[in-house]
């Protein structure tokens, strides 16, 4: 073989490493497109079920107020089944809401309306409030204090159970005011649901 051969064998297998190398890059370069598409399809997947969930939660959450009633920018839902605070809260955790808590003597008062409407007119419901951390720091379900209270000062000075009464009721016989109350107790309950 002559040196020209040689260097022409030498070429062809450079070239065909070239080539290999060549298309060696376009499959990469075809996985990183590839993947790149698959990222992009996944991205919109989790897209799609995000906003899926979104449509859900606002079709229960309607489901809720039709049920219940909407009371400024929020559905309620009465539950007349008596449980203990605990009990009643997390069933309203399971159902996506709240205990009930007002923000306002607006709010509380056609909570109160909603309550004796729905469940009795001599009805006592758990509110989404409670001073179990720190005796007399009432707090609601977020660990927040309390701005808005209801408590009744005229007859009992409320709230006056101390280590023993952690958790707060609004009493349909007494208007709306609060009462503390023993969490162990059972009482009916309202949760509540934010609109989205």
């Known amino acids: 073989m002559n040196n020209l051969q040689r260097h022409c ?10 080539k290999a190398l060549l298309c060696i890059f376009v499959l990469l370069k075809k996985d990183s497109v590839t993947s790149a598409a698959i990222e992009n399809l996944q ?3 989790d897209d799609i079920v995000q906003e899926l969930n979104l449509l859900k939660e ?17 559905c309620f839902l009465a539950d007349p089944v008596k449980k203990t605070f605990h009990a009643a809260n997390d069933d309203c955790i399971t159902k996506g809401g709240t205990l009930s808590a007002p ?3 607006d709010e509380n008062d056609q909570l109160y309306s909603y309550v004796r409407q729905s469940i009795g007119l001599e009805e006592q419901i758990w509110l989404g409030i409670n001073d179990m951390v720190t005796d007399g720091q009432w707090v609601d379900q977020s660990g927040s204090s309390v701005r808005f209270k209801n408590w009744e000062t005229e007859i009992t000075q409320q709230p006056d159970g101390g280590h023993s009464q952690n958790c707060a009721i609004l009493s349909t016989t007494a208007n709306g005011k609060w009462f503390d109350e023993n969490c162990r107790a059972e009482k009916a309950s309202v949760c509540e649901f934010n609109i989205v």
């Open 9 to 18: 064998n030498r070429g062809i297998q450079n070239l065909n490493i070239l």
């Open 43 to 45: 991205k919109q997947i």
């Open 58 to 74: 606002r079709q229960a959450l309607q489901t809720v107020c039709l049920k219940g009633t909407k009371i400024l920018g929020k």
């Open 103 to 105: 923000l306002t003597g």
